[in-house]
């Protein structure tokens, strides 16, 4: 797939930001197409998720731009943006006992008015997202009554059912087994293949691999390093922005693998 | 199951709302009072029935329908279930404005305590958003927060109010703290529907955003609402609801917390489905809290809040019990 | 609890304060309860708080004066265990305020003075009840506030006070001694008479009830209400037999009144008082109204 048949989706252009007036992120430049998935690295504190929420623009920008389909997010509406983006979160508390469905009906506020009720088109993407991660067996469950991993579906599920262009996905298998981070890894990777695109804020190196075409590794607020995998993996950007040796084994047709070995001299 | 629910608070609703107008003191009894709502009956009754039993009716609905809405969409908007009017400060204000007028006002200018409830209503609750305000603007644990503080405050002033009292004001101030809707007339009524009405409506408008507001700001946010917007009009909306009620029948603190859980039991916690249910349950049960209120002991007249906690609790007990 | 001559009073309420007075013991006061507002020399004394024990000691009284009606038990108790010498007066009914003044008397060294003051207040009480015979029974209720309506219940010196002008009280005995009742309570048609204290917080509160759907009864007349002097009738003590005699004065004028006049209004007014006084006839404006 090359990079000038794809049109860009979303673009930061220089973008800082951060909360209360404070830049956590700086200059940031970074371009996501549709039917890409784009991976954003970097050690705790780096800035990941407050770029997540930058791009998704709940987060104003201080200085620079997001531009959404060529528009600057200072000229969309709240609403706009949330048919074409989905932010799906690390976590969400659910104070009130919800089902699975009423979560994921959730997902169609941007389509939907303050007084209409759900039409069967809304009712229709519903139970498309809860088929697409697999829950249409427990769509009456209580959130409450399911397992972390199983939440995390729903999330996703909720995001879904707005049927966004965009998923930005912020360490969405930080608590997941191995089970559901497949699952949830192969959900993705479909909807990637279908033509969404995907910003993917991960920690885990080997799970962003498997899905991500380009990565981008923050390192305190700036891009440390950007491009495809082969031109990032190196051992001089972990030693510098990890502070460890690693060993990057390549298989044949398949995704790099990261093995950390020792922590790095200083 | 949902529908026979519906079907039942309406005639809940309505048994309450007749009850309150056919039951009462012996000079009209209810056979003569029924005869009044159809037309007929002697004007003396009529003017009974009418004029003082259905402002006091009226009164009820709008107060526990205030109560009871904005206690489900504060716990919506804060993502708690103990959010509530009067842990937010938000009554501690009004009900202490009113009793500060009710102990220093001359006797002529009694009419004006209403109106100080008001403007207490709308002081404490512009104190408890400045108290609150952060980077982001007010966040929900800040104010919850400063809410509690507030209504600490209040409270606190209001018991010094008691103490220095004197003592032919003390009945007017015990009215203002446990709940009164006894000096209920017609023009109280018509003074409070719009603020009773205006903030239903920005309420229910923004049912929906409500939802996705008790599952976090953030994710909210993310799904098209506008996060400060909806806060700021639905704390004020809160506001006003809180503070009319207030204002004409002094403190009904258990209403606004326990009947949003009652509903969800019955009805989910689906927050647009709830509110206009939470509104109607609300009313129904500050109605029927009322009426108890003035006939178990009659003539004696117990405090309507004290009545509405009784009632609740054992039915939210029973409720609890048979949830899954 | 040491004995000898009092020379230093202490009254923690207003009743007592003003027995003191009226045994002729106010030169031994050291300090009065805010309240206090008569005789008029009070004001020229130190006040001192009826529920602070330590500036009340601080005091150094030689006795000290506290009602059974409103002052704090166990303030009472605290000042008996530290050794001061406490004297409770109940001068709650008219019946114990003849003894109320001889034992006031007794304790401030002014025995004669109490005993003169006690008969006197005797004969008073006995005379205006003895008048109050010869007027017809009412049912009547103590309105203590309008909005909301407070009442008298029996058991307060209010009750005792209607019943000796001789009207019966309407207010229900079950709860507390000043319940707040129905202000259906007002259009029950067994309500005859009210009695208000004289006061113009009373007044604005009354003029707005009776332009109410409440008050209808009190606007056509059906209910007659009395003002009392507000001094006398609010609190227990030495004067009590004015306010007894106030409202029995007032009802004698009243009830001479409906027997000469023939107008209209008054003339209901004499019909119910023939039915209420035991006749068996119902007239028209009581019946089909039984409760």
Known sequence: MSAARRTPLLRARALSGGYGGDDIVRGIDLEVAEGECVAVLGPNGAGKSTLLRLLAGILPANTGEVELRGRSLRFWRRREVAREVGLVPQSVSFAFPLTVAEVVQQGRAPHLGPWKPPSPRDHAAVDAAIARVGLSGRRTAAIQHLSGGERQLVLLARTLASEPRLLLLDEPTAALDVRHQLEFAGIVQQLVAEGVGAVLVAHDWNFALRLAHRLFVLHHGRVAASGWPTEVLRGDLFREVFGVEVEVLQREGGAPTVLPRRLAES | ?324 | MPEGPVRRVVPLAPDVTELAFAVGAGGLIVAAPPAADFPPEVARLPRVAPNDAEAILALRPDIVLATTAGNDPRVVQRLRQLGTRVCSMDVTSFARLGDACRLAGGVLGFEAEGEILGRKVDERVDRATARALALPKRNALYVVWWEPLIVAAPGTFHDDMLRRAGLANLAPGSVGRYPRVDLELLLDPLLQVVVAPDERDLHESYARTIGSAAGARLASGEVRVFWIPADLANRPGPRLPGALEALVAAREAEESQGSEDSGQGTRARGREAMSAAGSKTQSPATQGRSR
């Open chain 2, 1 to 324: 199951m949902r529908r026979g629910a519906d079907l039942t608070l309406v005639v809940v609703l309505l048994a309450a709302a007749a009850a309150g107008l056919v039951f009462g003191g012996p000079a009209a009894p209810p056979g003569e009072a029924l005869a009044a709502l159809s037309g007929g009956g002697t004007p003396e009754v009529r003017a009974i029935v009418l004029g003082l039993r259905l402002p006091r009716l009226a009164l009820a609905l709008f107060v526990g329908a205030s109560l009871a809405l904005a206690g489900a969409a504060l716990q919506a908007l804060l993502s708690n279930p103990l959010a509530d009017p009067f842990l937010l400060g938000i009554s501690g204000g009004g009900a202490a404005a009113a009793t500060a007028a009710y102990v220093l006002l001359p006797a002529a200018a009694l009419g004006a305590v209403p109106a100080a409830a008001m403007v207490g209503a709308a002081g404490s609750t512009a104190l408890v958003w400045w108290m609150a305000r952060g980077p982001l603007g007010p966040s929900s644990t800040r104010m919850i927060l400063a809410g509690v503080a507030v209504n600490a405050a209040t409270s606190a002033a209001i018991l010094t109010m008691l103490a220095l009292a004197p003592s032919p004001r003390l009945p007017g101030v015990i009215a203002v703290t446990m709940g009164s809707l006894a000096s209920a007339t017609a023009g109280q009524v018509a003074w409070l529907a719009p603020y009773v009405v205006v903030p239903t409506f920005v309420l229910l408008l923004h049912g929906r955003d409500l939802g996705l507001l008790a599952t976090g700001e953030e994710s909210a946010a993310a799904l098209g609402v506008e996060v400060v917007t909806v806060r700021r009009r639905v704390f004020l909306a809160a506001a006003a609801l809180c503070g009319g009620a207030v204002a004409f029948a002094g403190v009904i603190g258990f209403v606004g917390l326990v009947t949003p859980h009652l509903c969800r039991l019955v009805w989910g916690a689906n927050t647009r489905r709830l509110l206009p249910r939470a509104a109607l349950a609300g009313a129904a049960l500050t109605a029927l809290g009322d009426l108890l209120a003035h006939r178990v002991l009659s003539p004696t007249e117990l405090p309507v809040g004290v009545v509405t906690a009784l009632l609740g609790v054992p039915f939210f007990v029973l409720l609890l019990r048979r949830a899954p």
